[in-house]
Protein backbone atom coordinates (compact mmCIF):
# COMPACT_ATOMS: atom_id res chain seq x y z
CA UNK A 1 0.00 0.00 0.00
CA UNK A 2 1.78 3.49 -0.84
CA UNK A 3 1.21 5.67 1.72
CA UNK A 4 2.73 8.52 0.83
CA UNK A 5 0.68 8.46 -2.81
CA UNK A 6 -2.74 8.22 -1.01
CA UNK A 7 -2.23 10.68 1.32
CA UNK A 8 -1.48 13.28 -1.63
CA UNK A 9 -4.71 12.02 -3.35
CA UNK A 10 -6.79 12.68 0.05
CA UNK A 11 -5.30 16.37 0.30
CA UNK A 12 -6.29 17.33 -3.21
CA UNK A 13 -9.66 15.50 -2.51
CA UNK A 14 -10.09 17.52 0.43
CA UNK A 15 -9.03 20.64 -0.67
CA UNK A 16 -11.59 20.78 -3.84
CA UNK A 17 -14.17 20.98 -1.66
CA UNK A 18 -12.41 24.13 0.49
CA UNK A 19 -10.83 22.59 3.50
CA UNK A 20 -8.27 20.50 5.06
CA UNK A 21 -7.57 17.29 7.42
CA UNK A 22 -7.90 17.92 10.61
CA UNK A 23 -4.77 15.80 10.53
CA UNK A 24 -3.87 12.31 8.20
CA UNK A 25 -3.55 8.80 9.74
CA UNK A 26 -0.43 7.16 9.30
CA UNK A 27 -1.41 3.78 10.02
CA UNK A 28 -2.37 1.88 6.62
CA UNK A 29 -5.84 0.88 7.93
CA UNK A 30 -7.09 4.07 9.08
CA UNK A 31 -6.00 5.55 5.69
CA UNK A 32 -8.16 2.93 4.50
CA UNK A 33 -11.26 3.96 6.11
CA UNK A 34 -10.55 7.91 4.95
CA UNK A 35 -10.39 6.72 1.87
CA UNK A 36 -13.03 4.74 1.79
CA UNK A 37 -15.09 8.21 3.33
CA UNK A 38 -13.48 10.30 0.17
CA UNK A 39 -14.29 7.62 -2.50
CA UNK A 40 -17.59 7.25 -1.48
CA UNK A 41 -18.65 10.93 -1.94
CA UNK A 42 -16.38 11.19 -5.07
CA UNK A 43 -19.18 8.41 -6.37
CA UNK A 44 -22.12 10.80 -5.67
CA UNK A 45 -19.69 13.84 -7.38
CA UNK A 46 -19.34 12.02 -10.38
CA UNK A 47 -23.01 11.01 -10.71
CA UNK A 48 -24.11 15.11 -10.63
CA UNK A 49 -24.39 15.54 -6.94
CA UNK A 50 -22.93 18.53 -4.82
CA UNK A 51 -20.51 17.85 -1.74
CA UNK A 52 -20.28 19.60 0.97
CA UNK A 53 -18.37 18.65 4.13
CA UNK A 54 -20.58 19.07 7.37
CA UNK A 55 -19.65 19.90 11.47
CA UNK A 56 -16.15 21.46 10.66
CA UNK A 57 -13.95 21.38 13.63
CA UNK A 58 -12.41 24.17 13.86
CA UNK A 59 -12.49 24.73 10.28
CA UNK A 60 -10.83 21.33 9.97
CA UNK A 61 -12.58 18.00 8.21
CA UNK A 62 -12.28 15.73 11.33
CA UNK A 63 -12.91 11.81 10.55
CA UNK A 64 -14.25 9.51 12.74
CA UNK A 65 -11.75 6.51 12.86
CA UNK A 66 -12.52 5.34 16.09
CA UNK A 67 -15.55 4.81 18.72
CA UNK A 68 -17.26 8.22 19.57
CA UNK A 69 -20.60 10.60 19.19
CA UNK A 70 -21.35 11.23 15.15
CA UNK A 71 -21.95 15.16 16.26
CA UNK A 72 -18.22 15.31 17.62
CA UNK A 73 -17.04 14.17 14.02
CA UNK A 74 -17.01 15.66 10.49
CA UNK A 75 -19.31 14.24 7.42
CA UNK A 76 -20.02 15.22 3.77
CA UNK A 77 -23.56 16.33 3.05
CA UNK A 78 -24.75 15.29 -1.08
CA UNK A 79 -27.60 16.77 -2.78
CA UNK A 80 -28.79 16.59 -6.31
CA UNK A 81 -32.30 17.50 -7.23
CA UNK A 82 -34.10 17.54 -4.05
CA UNK A 83 -32.10 14.39 -2.88
CA UNK A 84 -29.62 14.69 -0.14
CA UNK A 85 -27.72 12.25 2.06
CA UNK A 86 -25.33 12.25 4.51
CA UNK A 87 -22.16 10.28 4.31
CA UNK A 88 -20.53 9.21 7.85
CA UNK A 89 -17.78 7.13 8.57
CA UNK A 90 -17.70 4.49 11.39
CA UNK A 91 -21.35 4.77 12.16
CA UNK A 92 -23.58 2.03 14.51
CA UNK A 93 -26.21 0.72 12.76
CA UNK A 94 -29.45 -1.21 14.19
CA UNK A 95 -29.99 -4.95 13.18
CA UNK A 96 -32.63 -5.34 10.40
CA UNK A 97 -34.37 -7.62 12.62
CA UNK A 98 -36.61 -6.58 14.93
CA UNK A 99 -35.93 -9.20 17.19
CA UNK A 100 -32.57 -8.55 17.85
CA UNK A 101 -31.08 -5.64 19.08
CA UNK A 102 -27.62 -6.12 17.47
CA UNK A 103 -25.79 -3.19 16.39
CA UNK A 104 -23.06 -3.21 13.87
CA UNK A 105 -20.37 -0.45 13.44
CA UNK A 106 -20.02 -0.33 9.29
CA UNK A 107 -16.74 1.73 7.53
CA UNK A 108 -18.53 3.99 5.60
CA UNK A 109 -22.06 4.76 5.92
CA UNK A 110 -24.71 6.68 3.38
CA UNK A 111 -27.79 8.12 5.35
CA UNK A 112 -31.26 9.39 4.74
CA UNK A 113 -30.49 13.25 5.40
CA UNK A 114 -33.17 13.73 8.15
CA UNK A 115 -31.55 10.56 10.12
CA UNK A 116 -31.23 10.79 14.32
CA UNK A 117 -28.83 9.09 15.93
CA UNK A 118 -29.85 7.03 19.29
CA UNK A 119 -27.79 7.03 22.06
CA UNK A 120 -27.60 4.05 24.62
CA UNK A 121 -26.16 3.90 28.36
CA UNK A 122 -22.42 3.29 26.93
CA UNK A 123 -20.65 6.53 27.50
CA UNK A 124 -19.88 6.35 23.42
CA UNK A 125 -22.66 4.04 22.90
CA UNK A 126 -24.18 5.29 19.63
CA UNK A 127 -26.73 4.25 16.45
CA UNK A 128 -28.93 5.01 13.72
CA UNK A 129 -32.07 2.70 12.40
CA UNK A 130 -31.44 0.38 10.02
CA UNK A 131 -34.30 2.03 8.16
CA UNK A 132 -31.85 5.17 8.19
CA UNK A 133 -29.36 3.50 6.17
CA UNK A 134 -29.34 3.75 2.26
CA UNK A 135 -25.93 1.61 1.80
CA UNK A 136 -22.56 1.08 2.91
CA UNK A 137 -18.63 0.08 2.21
CA UNK A 138 -16.48 -2.20 4.43
CA UNK A 139 -13.16 -1.61 3.74
CA UNK A 140 -10.32 -4.35 4.68
CA UNK A 141 -6.76 -3.92 4.03
CA UNK A 142 -6.76 -7.86 3.16
CA UNK A 143 -6.46 -10.11 0.10
CA UNK A 144 -10.29 -10.61 -0.83
CA UNK A 145 -10.04 -14.23 0.21
CA UNK A 146 -12.97 -16.81 0.46
CA UNK A 147 -13.63 -16.19 4.10
CA UNK A 148 -13.71 -12.46 3.89
CA UNK A 149 -16.15 -12.81 1.09
CA UNK A 150 -18.46 -14.79 3.40
CA UNK A 151 -18.29 -12.62 5.83
CA UNK A 152 -19.28 -9.58 3.99
CA UNK A 153 -22.21 -11.11 2.93
CA UNK A 154 -23.04 -11.84 6.72
CA UNK A 155 -22.60 -8.17 7.68
CA UNK A 156 -25.11 -7.60 4.58
CA UNK A 157 -27.28 -10.37 5.39
CA UNK A 158 -27.81 -8.78 9.00
CA UNK A 159 -28.25 -4.98 8.24
CA UNK A 160 -29.33 -5.09 4.74
CA UNK A 161 -30.11 -8.49 3.27
CA UNK A 162 -32.53 -7.18 0.92
CA UNK A 163 -29.58 -6.88 -1.56
CA UNK A 164 -29.43 -11.01 -1.30
CA UNK A 165 -32.69 -11.30 -2.56
CA UNK A 166 -32.25 -9.32 -6.04
CA UNK A 167 -34.00 -5.87 -4.90
CA UNK A 168 -33.10 -2.60 -4.68
CA UNK A 169 -34.79 -0.36 -2.61
CA UNK A 170 -37.43 1.94 -4.59
CA UNK A 171 -35.65 4.89 -6.31
CA UNK A 172 -31.73 3.05 -5.59
CA UNK A 173 -30.92 3.16 -8.97
CA UNK A 174 -32.99 6.54 -10.30
CA UNK A 175 -30.73 8.23 -7.47
CA UNK A 176 -27.13 6.63 -8.30
CA UNK A 177 -26.62 5.03 -5.34
CA UNK A 178 -23.72 2.25 -5.03
CA UNK A 179 -24.19 -1.23 -3.29
CA UNK A 180 -23.25 -2.54 -0.79
CA UNK A 181 -19.58 -2.89 -0.81
CA UNK A 182 -16.75 -4.71 0.21
CA UNK A 183 -13.00 -2.92 -0.78
CA UNK A 184 -9.91 -4.51 -0.55
CA UNK A 185 -5.91 -3.08 -0.58
CA UNK A 186 -5.27 -6.83 -1.65
CA UNK A 187 -6.10 -8.63 -4.99
CA UNK A 188 -8.83 -11.93 -5.52
CA UNK A 189 -7.52 -14.87 -4.30
CA UNK A 190 -7.54 -16.99 -7.17
CA UNK A 191 -10.22 -19.89 -4.64
CA UNK A 192 -12.75 -16.63 -4.49
CA UNK A 193 -12.63 -15.66 -7.96
CA UNK A 194 -15.16 -18.44 -8.49
CA UNK A 195 -17.37 -17.38 -5.97
CA UNK A 196 -17.79 -13.76 -6.35
CA UNK A 197 -19.18 -14.92 -9.67
CA UNK A 198 -21.42 -16.68 -8.51
CA UNK A 199 -22.80 -13.67 -6.11
CA UNK A 200 -23.89 -12.39 -9.88
CA UNK A 201 -25.75 -15.61 -10.54
CA UNK A 202 -27.60 -15.62 -7.42
CA UNK A 203 -28.59 -12.22 -7.57
CA UNK A 204 -27.26 -11.00 -4.77
CA UNK A 205 -26.38 -6.90 -5.45
CA UNK A 206 -23.39 -6.45 -3.67
CA UNK A 207 -19.81 -5.32 -5.20
CA UNK A 208 -16.18 -6.57 -3.97
CA UNK A 209 -13.46 -4.16 -5.50
CA UNK A 210 -9.88 -4.68 -5.17
CA UNK A 211 -6.48 -3.33 -5.21
CA UNK A 212 -8.19 -0.48 -3.88
CA UNK A 213 -4.69 1.66 -3.48
CA UNK A 214 -4.37 1.32 -6.87
CA UNK A 215 -7.84 2.38 -7.69
CA UNK A 216 -7.38 5.68 -5.12
CA UNK A 217 -4.62 6.94 -7.05
CA UNK A 218 -7.14 6.06 -10.73
CA UNK A 219 -9.10 8.27 -9.31
CA UNK A 220 -7.38 11.56 -10.45
CA UNK A 221 -6.40 10.39 -13.61
CA UNK A 222 -9.75 8.65 -15.15
CA UNK A 223 -12.70 10.29 -16.84
CA UNK A 224 -14.44 12.29 -14.27
CA UNK A 225 -17.73 10.25 -14.97
CA UNK A 226 -16.86 6.73 -13.74
CA UNK A 227 -17.46 5.91 -10.27
CA UNK A 228 -14.57 4.68 -8.61
CA UNK A 229 -16.58 2.31 -6.89
CA UNK A 230 -17.53 0.24 -10.71
CA UNK A 231 -16.91 -3.54 -10.18
CA UNK A 232 -13.46 -5.26 -11.08
Known amino acids: MNVPSIQRELKAFIRRHGTSFDHLASAETQI ?5 LSVAATHYERHGYGIEPKNLINGRFRVKLKSGYKDNFSWYRVSR ?5 QIHANLGVQSAYQFDTGIYVVDVAVVKDDCVANRGPGKRDEWISNGALVTFLE ?3 LVAFP ?3 AQ ?3 IVHEIKPRFLLGRRPRGFIAADHFDPSLITVGHLARTAGAIRRGFSDRRFRIRVVTNFDAKISWLSRHDDSASPLAGD
Open 32 to 36: LEMSA
Open 81 to 85: DGLAF
Open 147 to 149: MLL
Open 139 to 141: AKK
Open 152 to 154: FVG
